[in-house]
């Protein structure tokens, strides 16, 4: 059975947010693709063009934005980020939260996969689109059981619950395609072990005997085996899945331990300006552009659409680690994949039926040209000509809370622009990363009405439609307008920023037509608020603004 939660969003005041509910109407026809740059910047994706003398198509969309990416407890603060040079260096999301906060909405502490902030699991886009008869999948990099992948999947209250996590991915969910690192018998240089195996990212030594023999698998109860995992591990299994027959349910562990390629031999110094492709990649490990195409062959046999997550989870590692080469490395192999993917939606499907989203979990590193320092010296990346290193310098070894870029193409896209929190002085305009589940469950959920529009009388409203308040903000009391296209059972709640209920403004059956009802906010302190509508199965929240 699938989990139902209320989703709150809990955060800082200047910041949008929004409460997400399940639906159990079947899904139409769609494909959800959203691509993660683990670690990327503005500046990461100027020295991978500098170096290549391009820049990669989704820098052109239409639909692109910043976006801001700290956990509870954080915020942005635009004015303060372009006066001191180390703002950004302090209250960063790390790749748990991030992830988390993309996949349902919520904001979460650092470390917390799936969870909110008093540790109660809640519902990921990937559980929302295995209710709506969607297939699923996740592809990285890095491990399978690591923050960003888990952090689409899982429930934990710690991101280095490797073992749990890739239990309950594997044995415990519902997931079509799991793919990526974390062999517990090769190193890093995608050479074999002959001891010390370490199977904590494949869950352990019995999960892994049993994906080999073909027993484990079954839906979230664990206990069925009916659509047991196919295993793959060599790279020409990986091609050849990227076409022809394909099994119902594939977990890819390529044969390496921790990334792909970023962690083979000979890495370089902390900021070195040693090119990319210097040393010779491990031979027989898959691409992340192979993983992908075999993983979108899989999902694409389900009618009813697909859901997939791809990450770049290594140009995070390059980018702690101060090492540009492996960086644009990685960024290339991420914008390889991209391509692909781009080109499988113009083959196998339409820009209609499918929303891709680019872009990535935080910042790491710090990127800019030398000579930038505080209080407030921002030089940029210096451009020396396609083939040569361009200047730079890192200034962590960790994240940072600077805004990272934001791409989207396709079904539903348009809707990011009522997400705009507000502009940023050398960005531009720029949403919050809870923004994108808020956007796929609206489109997700956009079953429902229409169903219902299909089945409503001549006579009656066809939609269901929560309007906005007015006034909003308000400093006493606002009126709420909506509509029925029937008669239904209504409840109208209002919760805080902490998901407490604080007013119930209605309970009981309401006869189809447009209604009104008044909230009033003198007793409660001012601030933000949610008000949720839920009418049969249809809900639908918005923010309210109470200036007191």
Same mark, same amino acid.
């Given at each position: 059975m699938k989990r139902s939660n209320i989703h709150l969003r809990p955060i800082h005041t200047i910041v949008m947010i929004a409460l997400i509910f399940v639906t159990t109407v079947q899904?139409?026809?769609?494909?959800i693709i959203i691509m993660i740059a683990d670690?990327?910047?503005?500046?990461?994706?100027?020295?991978?063009?500098?170096?290549?003398?391009?820049?990669?198509?989704?820098?052109?969309?239409?639909?692109?934005y910043a976006m801001s990416t700290w956990s509870l407890g954080g915020g942005y603060d635009s004015r303060a980020a372009w006066a001191d040079f180390d703002y950004p260096l302090y209250d960063f999301t790390d790749s748990a939260a991030g992830a988390t906060a993309i996949s349902t909405g919520i904001k979460t502490y650092d470390g917390g996969i799936g969870l909110n902030a008093f540790h109660q699991p809640v519902e990921h886009i990937l559980e929302r689109a295995e209710s709506c008869g969607m297939a699923t999948g996740v592809v990285t990099s890095v491990q399978i059981s690591h923050a960003t992948p888990a952090g689409f999947v899982a429930h934990n209250i710690s991101r280095y619950n490797y073992a749990d996590m890739a239990q309950e991915m594997i044995t415990q969910s519902a997931i079509d395609v799991i793919m990526g690192c974390g062999h517990p018998l090769y190193s890093n240089d995608g050479i074999k072990l002959w001891s010390n195996f370490d199977y904590q990212y494949v869950g352990n030594s019995s999960v892994w005997n049993g994906l080999i023999a073909g027993t484990i698998g079954g839906d979230a109860d664990g206990d069925n085996i009916d659509d047991p995992w196919t295993l793959i591990q060599e790279k020409q299994e990986f091609q050849n899945l990227a076409q022809g027959d394909t099994p119902k349910r594939v977990i890819g562990v390529a044969q390496v331990y921790k990334t792909l390629q970023e962690q083979r031999w000979f890495h370089p110094a902390v900021n070195s300006t040693e090119p990319p492709y210097k040393i010779a990649f491990n031979r027989n490990v898959p691409t992340l552009e192979m993983m992908a195409k075999a993983a979108?062959?899989?999902?694409?046999?389900?009618?009813?659409? =697909?859901?997939? +997550? *791809? #990450?770049?989870?290594?140009?995070?590692?390059?980018?702690? /680690?101060? $090492? =540009?080469?492996? +960086? *644009? #490395?990685?960024?290339?192999?991420?914008?390889?994949?991209? /391509?692909? $993917?781009?080109?499988?939606?113009?083959?196998?499907?339409?820009?209609?039926?499918t929303l891709l989203i680019v872009t990535g979990d935080h910042e790491s590193g710090y990127l800019w040209g030398p000579g930038s320092h505080a209080p407030n010296t921002w030089n940029p990346i210096r451009n020396n000509g396609p083939g040569k290193?361009?200047?730079?310098?890192?200034?962590?070894?960790?994240?940072?809370?600077?805004?990272?870029p934001f791409h989207a193409k396709g079904l539903g896209s348009s809707r990011f622009a009522s997400c705009v929190i507000a502009t940023d002085p050398v960005y531009g305009e720029y949403i919050d990363n809870t923004d994108i589940a808020h956007v796929v469950f609206s489109i997700l959920d956009d079953d429902y009405n229409e169903v219902e529009a299909e089945n409503s009388s001549a006579d009656q409203p066809g939609?269901?439609?929560?309007?906005?308040?007015?006034?909003?903000?308000?400093?006493?009391?606002?009126t709420i307008q909506f509509t029925l296209p029937k008669t239904v059972h209504v409840r109208v709640d209002v919760f805080n920023i902490r998901g407490q209920s604080v007013a119930i403004l209605l309970d009981e059956t309401v006869p189809a037509g447009q209604h009104k009802i008044n909230f009033e906010a003198r007793h409660l302190p001012g601030g933000m608020y949610m008000l949720r509508l839920k009418a049969g199965q249809f809900q639908s929240v918005i923010k309210l603004f109470y200036i007191k």
């Open positions: 899904a139409r026809k769609k494909n670690g990327w910047g503005f500046n990461h994706i100027a020295a991978t063009t500098y170096w290549n003398g391009s820049a990669p198509v989704y820098t052109n969309w239409d639909v692109k979108l062959n899989v999902l694409d046999n389900d009618p009813d659409g =697909l859901f997939l +997550m *791809i #990450e770049g989870g290594a140009v995070d590692w390059a980018n702690e /680690e101060n $090492v =540009l080469g492996r +960086m *644009i #490395e990685e960024m290339d192999n991420f914008n390889k994949t991209f /391509e692909s $993917v781009v080109a499988w939606v113009e083959a196998n499907s339409n820009w209609d039926e290193m361009p200047d730079f310098r890192y200034y962590t070894n960790d994240h940072s809370n600077l805004l990272i939609r269901f439609k929560l309007s906005d308040a007015y006034p909003n903000p308000f400093n006493s009391s606002t």
